[in-house]
């Protein structure tokens, strides 16, 4: 096989297939089949020419990865700790390794913006940027995880940018321990993780916050260890004071779209507490209680992807078998429809039942 076929972005609203050549692989790098790439958030906001990724078109979305290592140099396959064949996880940023982001450690947040699903253009060699194609190409920078052969792809492609995501946001950012109570707005993929990861952790109340259009997923938050459900309303504020006796929250997570939660979700912080902004409102304004946070001395914390922590917590949480991440996965849909995954995950109606949608390279 010389060629990788790809689903690509080339203007708002318009993805067409585009065959490139498969690079050659030396020492230091390597290739990877691709199994699944989960469609993000995100990627809606690429879609709709919101994002720098529309500056950077032909793009190659997906940045939610797993598969199997196609070719890997000697030194790569070294570094990585990996054979041809193996089933990995692999990280969403890489890093230039020049600025002074990645100097410090802090790849994901890389000046040159290094890393895979539209930050490079599909037009530039080796072309493979995401991983909505085929194959993906592995730079000698590539952070990439070896993971046995009980995760399934179904699980994997959960794993590396959804279940790491809220382990960084939730425990390693948010500081959520044993006994804490954490209120989550959004059940979608990066709530349910959210809500995985701080039932992980120890917390003794996990409050999660939904529309009405969102039941299923909010029975779904239950069964990742959710202890009340509500669905959004003007009295969301009340009703979380009462579910804690007045206290209110010792970590809240906004993980919606919506402008509008992010006032109610920094309304039930307790004093001292931690507010974790992760859901991206679209360049839309938001108002927030600025005299409450203030008065209350509340920790206020911007949060954006993973790192490699954070994934190998994933891993082994995901091989540990303690939560059903499959159910995560409710549409598998072929290349050719990647654009009809993206306006599926955009409506997420109840009728479809959507909670979480990925794209089968191979189908």
């Known amino acids: 096989m010389t060629l990788s076929r790809g689903a690509v972005l080339v203007a708002p609203h318009r993805i067409e297939p585009r065959d490139f050549p498969l690079p050659e692989i030396g020492g ?3 290739l990877l089949r691709v199994e699944l790439a989960g469609i993000c958030g995100s990627d809606i906001h690429h879609w709709d020419g919101h994002s720098v990724v529309i500056r950077k078109v032909p793009a190659l979305l997906g940045h939610e990865i797993v598969g199997r ?17 193996d089933r990995v996880i692999v990280e969403a940023s890489f890093g230039c390794g020049r ?28 072309h493979l940027w995401g991983a909505y194609g085929q194959f993906l190409y592995l730079p000698p920078r590539a952070r990439v995880h070896r993971v046995s052969e009980q995760i399934t792809p179904e699980v994997g492609v959960v794993v590396g940018a959804v279940l790491a995501n809220g382990i960084r946001w939730v425990q390693t ?31 003794g109340q996990i409050i999660v916050v939904g529309l009405a259009r969102d039941r299923a997923r909010l029975e779904l938050a239950r069964d990742f260890g959710a202890t009340d459900v509500l669905v959004a309303s ?18 809240v997570i906004d ?14 912080v ?7 902004m992760a859901g991206s409102k679209g360049g839309a304004p938001v108002e927030l209680p600025w005299d409450r946070l203030v008065a209350g001395e509340i920790r206020v914390l911007g949060v954006n992807s993973h790192e490699t922590q954070a994934v190998r917590a994933a891993v082994q949480l995901a091989e540990s078998g303690r939560y059903p991440l499959e159910r995560m996965l409710t549409h598998r849909l072929p ?20 909670v979480k949608v990925a794209v089968d390279p191979w189908a």
Not at 115 to 125: I, K, Q, T
Not at 235 to 250: F, K, N, P, Y
Not at 257 to 268: D, E, I, T
Not at 336 to 352: F, H, M, N, W, Y
Request: charged share 15%.
């Open 69 to 85: 290592i196609e070719q890997a140099g000697a030194a790569a396959a070294a570094r990585w700790q990996v054979a041809a064949g």
């Open 99 to 126: 600025c002074e982001w990645c100097r410090r450690g802090s790849y994901q947040m890389c000046a040159d913006e290094q890393g895979y699903g539209g930050r490079l253009s599909a037009a530039d060699p080796p």
């Open 270 to 276: 307790r004093p001292l507490g931690t507010f974790v």
């Open 255 to 268: 993980v919606t779209a919506s402008a509008g939660a992010a006032s109610q979700a920094a309304s039930v």
């Open 335 to 354: 290349l050719a429809q990647a654009a009809k995954g993206i306006e599926l995950v955009r409506s997420a109606s109840p009728a479809d039942g959507v």
């Open 173 to 203: 950012l948010g500081n959520t321990g044993i006994g804490d109570t954490v209120v989550i707005f959004g059940p979608g993929p990066q709530g349910l993780a959210c809500t995985i990861a701080a039932h992980a952790a120890g917390a």
């Open 28 to 30: 230091d790098d390597g």
């Open 234 to 251: 003007d009295s969301t504020v009340a009703e979380i004071a009462a579910l804690t006796g007045g206290r209110l929250a010792d970590v």
